[in-house]
């Protein structure tokens, strides 16, 4: 088998020719410095920053502060709203990587925010699916709100399926007492996929002036250290749930994205490893093949298949 | 070209308390680096997730090696600190953009104003200054005798104007003060600073009525600096957190930047 088929996975809307994928917020709209260190075609796709339906300036400074093996951001999805993410940033993305899928991650304050956005960047023939992004810890209106009640996760999630022109993956957020509970609400409400996990709600604080070091106070946690909470939530819902999983959550190597795998992922995403490494994606694809042979695993979708079947 | 490569640490040692002197040599885009410019280092201990955005403080070339200088701020610097010569460190950069010396005529006047971990960006600019035959003067500030740093490479470089909060050393008082003393600030064609945001904010005030050019360098907690991320925003008269520290930064336009 070609190494390109042997990491060929197929998900509600998304042919790709390998999983990985830069998670969303860590790579903009790929109008960045790190198309000038790899070639963004190497990618499985693209998951670009949210849009909400206005512009969104963000939150204050400081927006970041490091954890032991983890990251805390508060950046509060900065961004320049729908219109100009579909008028600007995404033809430039699709001009010089016509072939690489784009996800797109919707946000807002309301349902009717979130469905607009829906309507409008769905309709784009330049976006593969959308992540609803019903997990965000660092803005005050929506965002986590969405996500941490059933009733109204299933709410949203069919409203925004009513309108999408394509698939939609919904991304979860761990802050809550039992994702699986959530995870059958967005099935229920008709979503393709789940995208999982998002950060976890932290703080840090200063000593000297004994206030949190981010502006923000709280900010969402990333990073190795919540590893091992991503793939015990995919773990389970994997086996509540039959929708696909993009999975996130501390990913830096290819033994991370088999142990993704092997909790039940379809897909992987890749945020804070970037940060120490801005190759991190083409790295992982690179490595895969060679840790698929010493695994014996033929190839990922296959494996997809033999975890489906244990389940 | 942007890189990371591996470099080697071939001079390492203490300038004053808690400043540290590093020398790492390697291969990068050196044609690239100006006054200005910064590279992330990337800490050997995986328990660490961001680089360290450090100011470039002097490079050669010939030789391939840069000069930086961190101050410990926290477990990561002190981690850095303990690194021996030899240590492999791996480099991202060359980062960020740098002074704008062609804006400035051989011969022409300037000030570089700076504090604490500020000093480094200018200590590589006063020397291309010098170079295009500029007439450098420098105005630094510290908190006493003991805490200073980088004399020798601004006085190599043009006039030395030194300040200490408590006189153990040159004028008693801060920077701002000095240059109130002073009273000279109309002959300068262009001011370059670069320090703590109070220091930022004093060369604003004292500056803005004159028809000197300023060049605001800032510092920001970064995490990606490939202008991905938007931790490191910066807010301009265009508009609120608008710019980011690391792609269109670090230096701004002192009278565009919004401190």
């Given amino acids: ?311 | 070209m942007l890189t990371k490569n591996d470099f080697q640490i071939i001079a390492h040692q203490k300038s004053a308390p808690n400043i540290y002197r590093i020398v790492l040599q390697g291969e990068f885009d050196y044609a690239k680096v100006k006054p200005g410019c910064f590279v992330m280092l990337k800490l050997p201990d995986e328990a660490y997730q961001l680089r360290r955005p450090l100011a470039i403080a002097a490079c050669d070339a010939v030789r391939k090696t840069i000069t930086l200088i961190y101050r410990i701020v926290g477990d990561g610097t002190r981690l850095l600190s303990e690194l021996a010569v030899g240590t492999q460190l791996n480099v991202l950069g060359p980062l960020g953009n740098g002074f704008p010396l062609e804006k400035v005529e051989p011969g022409a006047e300037v000030l570089l104003v700076g504090g604490g971990t500020g000093l480094p960006p200018l200590m590589l600019l006063a020397q291309a200054l010098k170079e295009k035959g500029c007439k450098v003067s420098t105005a630094i500030g510290f908190r006493t005798a003991a805490m200073i740093f980088g004399e020798e490479e601004f006085e190599c470089t043009g006039r030395l104007l030194l300040a200490t909060d408590d006189g153990s050393k040159g004028f008693k008082g801060n920077v701002g003060e000095l240059l109130t003393e002073q009273n000279s600030t109309s002959q300068y064609t262009s001011v370059y600073a670069c320090g703590p945001e109070g220091l930022l904010k004093m060369v604003q005030r004292h500056f803005s009525a004159t028809e000197a050019a300023i060049y605001l360098s800032l510092e920001s907690r970064m995490a990606c600096g490939m202008g991905a991320c938007e931790a490191c925003v910066v807010s301009t008269k265009d508009g609120i957190l608008n710019k980011r520290v690391c792609v269109e930064g670090p230096v701004f336009d002192g009278r565009e930047v919004t401190l």
């Fill in chain 1, 1 to 311: 088998m070609m190494a390109e088929e042997r990491l060929a996975v197929e998900l509600p809307g998304l042919k790709l020719k390998n999983p990985v994928m830069p998670a969303s917020g860590c790579f903009g709209f790929g109008d960045n410095r790190y198309a000038e260190m790899f070639d963004l075609n190497e990618l499985g796709a693209i998951i670009i920053k949210a849009a909400t339906l206005k512009p969104r300036i963000g939150n204050p400074v400081p927006r970041i502060a490091e954890t032991k093996s983890g990251v805390l951001n508060a950046v509060g999805l900065q961004n320049p709203g729908v219109d100009v993410i579909l008028k600007e940033k995404l033809p430039i993305l699709h001009k010089k990587y016509p072939e690489l899928p784009v996800i797109a991650n919707i946000a807002g304050a309301t349902q009717a925010e979130y469905v607009e956005v829906a309507k409008r960047m769905s309709a784009s023939s330049m976006v593969s699916a959308l992540e609803l992004n019903i997990s965000c810890p660092n803005v005050h209106e929506g965002g986590m709100l969405f996500g941490t009640d059933p009733a109204t996760a299933q709410r949203l999630t069919k409203a925004v399926k009513e309108v999408s022109k394509v698939p939609v993956y919904v991304k979860l957020s761990p802050n809550v007492t039992d994702i699986v509970e959530i995870a059958q609400a967005v099935a229920a409400g008709g979503a393709d996929g789940l995208s999982m996990i998002n950060t976890l709600l932290g703080m840090r604080i200063d000593l000297k002036t004994r206030k949190p070091i981010l502006a923000n106070k709280t900010g969402g946690l990333s990073g190795p250290g919540i590893k091992p909470i991503a793939v015990r939530m995919i773990y389970q819902v994997s086996r509540a749930v039959n929708l696909p999983i993009i999975a996130m959550g501390g990913i830096e190597t290819a033994d991370d994205v088999i142990e993704m795998y092997l909790a039940g992922a379809s897909a992987v995403a890749i945020g804070t490893a970037h940060f120490n490494n801005p190759t991190a994606c083409p790295d992982l694809i690179k490595a895969l093949p060679q840790k698929l042979d010493e695994l014996k695993i033929k190839s990922l979708g296959q494996l997809i298949a033999e975890v489906r079947s244990a389940q």
